[in-house]
């Protein structure tokens, strides 16, 4: 079973920079997928980013290609997500999330097998 622990969340300027972190624990990470995905007031949970643990492999929702990197650190067992320009429009609870699902499943998907517990970020215009 995996779990995930995230960090790093808080205010920032619109502009600005962010970067989460997320601690994963437990076995067989090579057949998962990590991820991250956010959620606004009032909308629905949505794909923001996902990188295959065993190659790296990346791929992001549109809005926020170019400006945010997701990565991984295999010796930590540590996935980031690094946001740059952040827009009001970022401001969400954001949630990491493991899936053994091919990415391109997965990013179509509100659903994933594991998740963290959330991360809030507040961006002001």
């Known amino acids: 079973q995996v779990q995930l622990v995230e960090s790093g969340g808080g205010l920032v300027q619109a502009g600005g920079s962010l970067r989460l972190s997320c601690v994963v624990s437990g076995r067989t990470l090579n057949t998962y997928a990590m991820g991250w995905f956010r959620q606004a007031p009032g909308k629905e949970r949505e794909f923001v980013a996902a990188?295959?643990?065993?190659?790296?492999?990346?791929t992001y929702e549109d809005s926020v290609t170019g400006r945010f990197t997701i990565s991984r650190d295999a010796a930590k067992n540590t996935v980031f997500l690094q946001m740059n320009s952040l827009k009001p429009e970022d401001t969400a609870v954001y949630y990491c999330?493991?899936?053994?699902?091919?990415?391109?499943?997965?990013?179509?998907?509100?659903?994933?097998?594991?998740w963290g517990q959330g991360t809030l970020v507040t961006v002001s215009s």
């Open positions: 999330a493991a899936d053994r699902r091919p990415m391109a499943i997965w990013a179509r998907d509100r659903y994933s097998e594991v």
């Open positions: 990188i295959r643990w065993s190659t790296a492999y990346t």
